[in-house]
Every structure is written in C-alpha cells, then in structure tokens.
C-alpha cells in the first residue's frame, strides 16, 4: 500500500480475521463489522454478541474475531464525528442498520478497502453519529496544530492560545473528555503507523514519530489496539487528510 507521509490521517481501517485482542482503550470512535460471525465483545464484566459493535473513546474492552471482520477507526473531531461523546458502553447493530454495516463491510472486504477510499463515510452516513457540537476555538486550534505535529511541547500549544499550561489541559479534557496526552499519542501512534504500513521497520518508525524508543512505541500500540504493532491484522490502511504534517 501507498501511505503519503506528507499528510496527517484521522481514520484508519483494517481487515481481520480469526483473531483476539486483549482488552484496550483507545481516543477514538471504533466501529467493527463482523462480516460472516458475530463478533464476541467483553466490556464491564460482561460477554456480548453482535455482527457490528460501535465503541466511544476510551470505553475498555476485548474483542474475539470468530471469522473475517472490519474494523475503523475515526480521531474525535475528524470529517463527520463529534469532538465528544456522552456514550461510555458500545451499541450494538442488527437488524435492518446490522444488516446494511455487513453489505457494507462484505464490500470493503472483497476489495480490501482499496477501491473505495471514501468507505468510512459511507460507514459514518449509517451510524449518524450525534452532529458535532462546537468545541471552544482554543481546543480545537490546539489539537489540529497538535495533529499536524503531534510531538509539539505543551507550553508552545499554551503559548498559542495564551493559556497556562494547566489551563490548557484542563480545557481539553472539559472539552473532549479525553486528556491531552492521550490526543497525543494517538496522533504519534498514527504517524508511527503510517511509517511501518511504508514498509519502515518498528525502530525507524518509533524513532520518526518521535517516541523515546520501540518499547514505548509497542507499549502505546498495545495499550490503544489490544495487540502489538508487529501482529497487524489481514491489510490496514490510513485515509483522509486531517491536516498537513511539518517535519
């Protein structure tokens, strides 16, 4: 796959199967469709069944993949999806919507996601997602400039907005109920994604987003997918412009 390096992504996509990933959390809206078995789900304590799962940021869970499976991934604010969400558990899809997500996910499936780059949109048209609201200017700036250079120290960003440091933290959680670090590391992982899906070695890509080494690069990986960076799933790909990167 061709991954342009010259951008930021916001929305990535994988085909999986026959597959289990340990519980994780990840900042961003996660939609997985199973495409011929319903998908097991341990979220709360609980085991849960579908054919298509919608989790919010940061709700933990594992997930057990019986057959082939896909997956998106979409950064809070990108084209189409709320800064927030107000959900702390998934929603589960069958019927008309579950059947739809499967016809949808059967495509994207045979053609691995390569003939049809706007397939998240089409994803994101079924869901309808709660409309965005409007999040303070100041933390929507921050995070767009910390999308286009995720490795941006905090008191350059505070510095921009004319906030303290803490201030500017707080303002983020407030507004996306995710933390600062966490936007963060997300757009690092992505950018080290980006490098490997190049066909970059684990090093090379922890060293180009700029984190301290492999191990915390792995450790992040883990901690936001439930699997390491090494065991990628069938295909993986990255779409949309978010913003441009400055090296």
């Not at 916001?10 to 990933?21: P, R, T």
């Not at 849960?48 to 979409?74: K, N, S, Y």
Request: glycine residues 6%.
């Amino acid at each position: 796959m061709q991954s342009r390096l010259s951008v930021m992504r916001n929305q990535i996509l994988h085909l999986g199967a026959h597959e289990s990933v340990r519980e994780h959390r990840t900042p961003a809206y996660k939609l997985v469709v199973g495409v011929d078995a319903e998908l097991v789900l341990r979220h709360g304590g609980h085991t849960l069944r579908a054919h298509a799962i919608l989790m919010p940021p940061q709700a933990a869970h594992a997930l057990e993949v019986p057959g082939i499976a896909v997956g998106l991934f979409w950064a809070l604010g990108s084209p189409g999806v709320p800064w927030t969400s107000c959900a702390t558990g998934p929603a589960l899809f069958e019927g008309k919507l579950g059947a739809d997500l499967r016809t949808w996910a059967k495509q994207v499936a045979l053609t691995q996601g390569s003939q049809d780059a706007d397939c998240g949109h089409e994803a994101l048209r079924m869901l309808r997602l709660p409309r965005a609201r409007r999040i303070d200017g100041r933390a929507e700036g921050t995070l767009r400039r910390l999308a286009a250079k995720p490795h941006t120290s905090l008191i350059e960003l505070a510095a921009r907005v004319r906030l303290s440091p803490e201030r500017l933290r707080h303002l983020i959680t407030e507004e996306t109920r995710v933390p600062l670090r966490e936007h963060r590391l997300l757009q690092k992982t992505m950018v080290a994604l980006e490098h490997t899906l190049s066909g970059a070695s684990l090093t090379s890509a922890a060293a180009a987003a700029q984190f301290s080494d492999q191990a915390h690069f792995t450790r992040t990986f883990v901690r936001f997918f439930g699997r390491t960076p090494s065991s990628r799933p069938l295909q993986a790909r990255l779409y949309d412009c978010w913003a441009p990167r400055r090296p």
